[in-house]
């Protein structure tokens, strides 16, 4: 692991601030309730730990319909990828939650918004996927969930670019599962009541840099923050089966 300090200078990263918030459409709001106190995190930018850990450099709270993620390095910690010259700064997030019986998340939505300054002779590349699952027993994620309900977008920086973009927002990716009564379709197992109503929520957030000029420069940065993500739910009743 390295600091971006000594890969791009100057990389502005006064931490990146994470914003979770949804609102219940056809639900009350207490028919989620986000588990942060299980949540899972992977990445050099993306060390939840707790307040005695001297290595923690992100933090979760979680207030009534909303949950907020706040980083202080991410985007400014780097471990070397697999190419030649190329950074990254990864963050792999899952948070469980827990929907009442009877109720099922027909989709959730996110939007990554950033500012960006980049001078020539360097490139980046701004990577974000999410889905959701019923959690299993043992804590993770049913497979086929996830394959269903994939939402992804990216940003791409080409080196002999120069940009001074103050605020850029990423596509709204959608994680979505329609109504569906086919037999073991993904609402068909959500909605059966007989399992849990368990759920993760994954997030996958990746940073790729690559400096092409020794004088090259790049920064990540909005209202004072790296990057603001804001993410709303939209969870509906189950029709009898």
Known sequence: MKSALSF??????FGAFLLLSFSSQGAEANDVLWRPEMLQSQGVG???????????????????DSVSFVF?????EFR????????ISPCKIILPLEVSPGSWIEEISQTLTYGIVKTRGIQARLDFK??????TPNGRSNAADLNENMASA?????????INDPMVVLPQPLARISENNRNNSPHRRFCNRERSRLFNYHSDIIVRVNKLKPDASIAFAIDGLDLKYELKMKVNRCRSM
């Open 8 to 13: 791009v200078s100057p990389f502005i990263a």
């Open 154 to 162: 990216m940003a791409f920086f080409p080196a002999p670019q120069i």
């Open 130 to 135: 999410s889905n959701f699952a019923r959690r």
């Open 80 to 87: 070397d990828g697999r190419n030649p010259n190329v950074d």
């Open 72 to 76: 202080t390095q991410l985007g400014q």
């Open 46 to 64: 993306c060390r939840f730990g707790s307040s005695s850990d001297p290595n923690q450099n992100a933090f979760v709270i979680a207030s009534g």
